[in-house]
């Protein structure tokens, strides 16, 4: 190989590991499946990603959990930016986040939900930035992404009622989820199954979009692969490229 050949790979290797956040930890699921799809392992701290749910309340409250698993296994206060304090705070404790982590700063709409995370994002000490959005600009998110990245601290952005057909809506973030309920098994016994959800990654820098069937986060804020799935034979369908 050349020199200049080389030289043309080392770069092309280096921009790799910056477009993922490489210059910052990671936050496993611990499904092999999933984080060996995601470049990094995980999830990368120091960058933007987004949660999508639905208008149906199953999906919303999945996407609620699945953010609360993440933000749990980080380290330091969570900052939490939304319209207005609708969000049932008690329950995020379902999914390892213990509500005296979180600081919810009510900001009444997007333009004003935007200007606390970056000013959030000056303090790199939190454990992650969480900003609730109707509709964010490329601009606005490109913002976000150079904040999270000079600043290392997790950045999520929740789009509660994102419709599927906003998915073309161009964004900075490193990856953006989609979590869906799904009915679980019946136990054979007496109690509660624990949900399962649908989890698809529709964007992702650096890898092409999946979907996995998992079972919900539990109080460490992990993730599970079904009991009926551990056999390896674990489903995940493709989807197009972003």
Known sequence: MSKTAIIDELRAHIAQVEAVGGRHPVLPFGIDAIDHHLPGGGIATGALHEVAGSPDLADDAAATIFLAGILARSQGQIIWC??????????????????????????????????????????????????????????????????????GVLTMVFRRAMP??????GSAALTRWRVRAVPSPALGFPGLARPRWSLALERARGTEPQIWTV????????????????????????????
């Open 164 to 169: 599927p057909e906003s998915q073309a809506e």
């Open 215 to 242: 079972e919900g986060s539990d109080e460490t804020g992990c993730l599970a692969v079904p009991a009926a799935l551990v056999d390896g034979s674990y489903p995940s369908q493709s989807r197009q490229a972003a």
């Open 82 to 151: 939304l319209h207005w304090r609708d969000l049932f705070s008690p329950a995020l404790h379902l999914a390892g986040l213990h509500p005296d982590r979180v600081i919810f700063v009510e900001a009444g709409n997007d333009t004003n939900v935007l200007i606390a995370m970056e000013e959030c994002l000056r303090h790199p000490g939190l454990g992650g930035v969480v900003g609730e959005l109707r509709k964010m600009s490329l601009t606005a998110s490109r913002r976000l992404q150079l904040a999270a990245e000079q600043s």
